[in-house]
């Protein structure tokens, strides 16, 4: 085995060093080289753009006053065939206006005409309208008047017979309260009559009326032999 | 006998009279002929009127042997005697037995008729009669009853 020296790192970075300075210069001679050659080329690019421009612009400047001369051109054209169609437009215009005006006219007579049928028409309806109603008005009392009249009779007719029946079946109450009333005054009033008696004959007769009445009842008994 | 009973009843009119007066006349008479007592010492005034009333031969007809024996025959013939029940509408007290005991004998004729005088108010006035079981109405609750259907028609002549 070979011992390496102690500096053999850096003799390799030397080394490297130097191959890349070496080859940077190599490198920015090319560049320079090549700025120089990108140089002349962009020079000449330079001139020649400038020529074309110049070039251009001379082209421009024609097609400008070229193009001025047609748009003059156009213009009085334009200003021409303009007038010309204003003119038309105005004949036109003014004929439609006349046309128009007179259908206007036409057509505001027929309005006025046709408002004037349409208030006729209005006013007829109007008048044959509130005829109409008054005659269906005078229809509807007609028959009101008649339902509230045969109303009435059929309700007067009721409740008299109502009334009739009430009356009736009062009477008939009455005549039975009276029949048992006095059926019970037949049934108690000989009763009432001897209750009475005694409360008041108790009192009122003198020994003399009792002895009396007394006497008549022997009387009586004689006659009929009750005692034999 | 007859005369004896028929003596008493002259002026004795009911049955109730009749027996108390016998009661009383056999106890006078016991005390006048036993104990030599010419008075009644229980009777009222009214009693010692009928004692006094009676005739001086009536007492002849009673001595000491024949007291009891008359007695003994009377009583049972008291209890014979028909009776005539009067119903009246009111109490009769001595008074009135005293005017309707002859008033009863005439209007009948029976000088020796007794009565028996009870009270029914719901005769109103007059009297009803019961003899030997048959009950009469001579009343005015019976004067109202027979003219009742009379009554009834003046009544309603004043209901309508």
Same mark, same amino acid.
């Given at each position: 085995? %070979? $011992? ?59 097609? %400008? ?31 439609? %206006? $006349?046309?128009?005006?007179? !259908?206007? $006219? ?9 408002? !004037? ?38 309700? &007067? ?18 005549? &039975? ?10 049934? $108690? ?8 008696? &005694? %409360? ?29 | 006998?007859? =005369?004896? @009973? ?17 009661? @009383? ?30 005739? =001086? ?14 007695? *003994? ?8 005697? +028909? ?8 109490? #009769?007290?001595? *008074? ?24 029914? +108010? ?19 609750? #019976? ?13 309603? *002549?004043?209901?309508?």
């Amino acid at each position: 085995m %070979i $011992n390496l020296p102690a500096n053999l790192p850096l003799i390799i970075l030397t080394i490297s060093a130097l191959v890349s300075a070496v080859l940077y210069l190599r490198e920015y001679n090319a560049r320079k080289k090549l700025e120089g050659q990108s140089e002349k080329v962009l020079e000449e690019f330079r001139e020649k753009g400038l020529e074309g421009l110049h070039q251009s612009i001379q082209k421009s400047q024609d097609i %400008i006053s070229q193009a001025e001369v047609e748009g003059v051109k156009v213009v009085a054209d334009t200003r021409f065939h303009t007038s010309k169609m204003e003119k038309g437009y105005e004949d036109k215009l003014g004929e439609i %206006i $006349n046309n128009s005006q007179a !259908a206007i $006219n036409n057509a505001q007579a027929q309005l006025i005409q046709f408002m !004037a049928d349409l208030q006729k028409k209005s006013l007829d309806f109007e008048l044959a309208s509130q005829k109409s109603t008054q005659d269906r008005i005078s229809q509807m009392f007609e028959r009101l008047e008649q339902r509230l009249s045969d109303f009435l009779v059929t309700t &007067s007719q009721k409740t008299t017979s109502s009334i009739e029946l009430e009356v009736k079946a009062s009477r008939e109450l009455i005549e &039975s309260y009276k029949e048992q009333q006095l059926k019970l005054i037949d049934e $108690n009033i000989l009763a009432m009559m001897e209750q009475t008696l &005694s %409360i008041v004959l108790g009192k009122k007769l003198s020994l003399k009326e009792q002895l009396d009445l007394i006497y008549e009842a022997l009387e009586k008994a004689k006659v009929e032999k009750f005692i034999v | 006998m007859n =005369d004896i @009973l028929n003596t008493i009843l002259e002026t004795t009119y009911s049955l109730t009279q009749l027996k108390h007066r016998v009661r @009383l006349l056999k106890s006078y008479l016991e005390k006048a002929i036993f104990s030599a007592q010419a008075k009644e010492e229980n009777a009222n005034q009214a009693d010692l009127n009928w004692l006094n009333s009676l005739p =001086d031969n009536f007492f002849k007809n009673f001595n000491k042997d024949n007291i009891y024996q008359i007695f *003994q025959i009377l009583e049972p013939q008291i209890a014979k005697l +028909p009776v005539l029940i009067i119903y009246l509408a009111f109490e #009769a007290d001595d *008074q009135v037995l005293s005017q309707l005991g002859p008033m009863v004998r005439k209007t009948q004729q029976n000088p020796h008729l007794l009565i028996d005088v009870k009270v029914d +108010p719901d005769i109103l006035a007059g009297c009803a009669l019961s003899w030997k079981g048959m009950y009469k109405d001579y009343s005015l609750r #019976a004067k109202i009853e027979e003219k009742k259907s009379e009554i009834m028609e003046n009544f309603k *002549q004043f209901l309508r």
